[in-house]
């Protein structure tokens, strides 16, 4: 009953290969993020979406594409790792403006 | 644009100290605060909130007072244990921007000593 689910929780992967991670809810929240966390800078937004189809970039897009093809299911895809991809990956949930989030548990992806 | 900026880390205390992680804000309208933690392997989990200047969140002993005057929003809590070392995140939601996602500090790691 967590509410938000990311997986795979770990991956390894080459660089140039493409990687596909996934952020599913049962919350039924319009609003859904995601984040990359590295040591020195905290949290930074990389996509985020309002809606079914319905996706804009966040300060750190570049390298990665997403999809929203279903309220539950949020698709963040690295066209091709580079090994500064190497991150923890956050999803993060919000039911309206204003609120704060609920946050997934994270995906640490290693690009070799 | 927004930003938050909160004291370097680690801070390192003695169980039952007392605890003070300062956060400022940048912001162009008036926005919410948020204090987030993080325990190792984990994902962040809202700590508590404040909407308005002069309003307290509180939430498992820790408390932060929203300053509009200081653009300050600091995390306290009167007496630390062992099982609060983890990873602290202020952020703020500026809805006047138009913009829904939180913006973040870059964090303040606790550790707390026994």
């Known amino acids: 009953d967590a509410g938000i689910t990311q997986s795979p929780r770990h991956k390894v992967t080459e660089t140039g290969t493409p990687v596909t991670l996934r952020c599913h809810q049962t919350e039924n929240h319009r609003y859904m993020y995601w984040y990359r966390q590295d040591p020195g800078h905290g949290l930074r937004l990389i996509h985020y979406?309002?809606?079914?189809?319905?996706?804009d970039k966040g300060e750190v897009s570049d390298g990665y594409s997403v999809s929203r093809s279903k309220t539950e299911d949020f698709l963040l895809t690295l066209e091709s790792a580079t090994s500064s991809q190497t991150s923890v990956y956050f999803c993060?949930?919000?039911?309206?403006?204003?609120?704060?989030?609920?946050f997934g548990s994270g995906t640490r992806l290693t690009v070799v | 644009g927004n930003s938050v900026t909160q004291m370097e880390g680690p801070v390192t205390l003695s169980e039952e100290a007392f605890l003070t992680i300062n956060c400022t804000y940048t912001?162009?309208?008036?926005?919410?605060l948020f204090w987030y933690v993080q325990y190792p392997g984990e994902g962040l989990q809202l700590l508590l909130k404040?909407?308005?200047?002069?309003d307290k969140g509180s939430n498992k002993g820790f408390e932060a007072t929203y300053r509009k005057e200081t653009t300050s929003f600091h995390l306290e809590k009167g007496s630390v244990q062992v099982s609060d070392s983890a990873v602290y995140f202020c952020a703020l939601s500026d809805l006047d921007t138009g913009r829904r996602a939180l913006t973040f500090g870059s964090g303040t790691r606790l550790q707390v000593q026994p």
């Open positions: 912001a162009t309208g008036y926005p919410s």
């Open positions: 979406s309002y809606g079914v189809k319905d996706t």
């Open positions: 404040a909407t308005k200047a002069d």
């Open positions: 993060a949930i919000q039911r309206q403006r204003g609120d704060g989030y609920t």
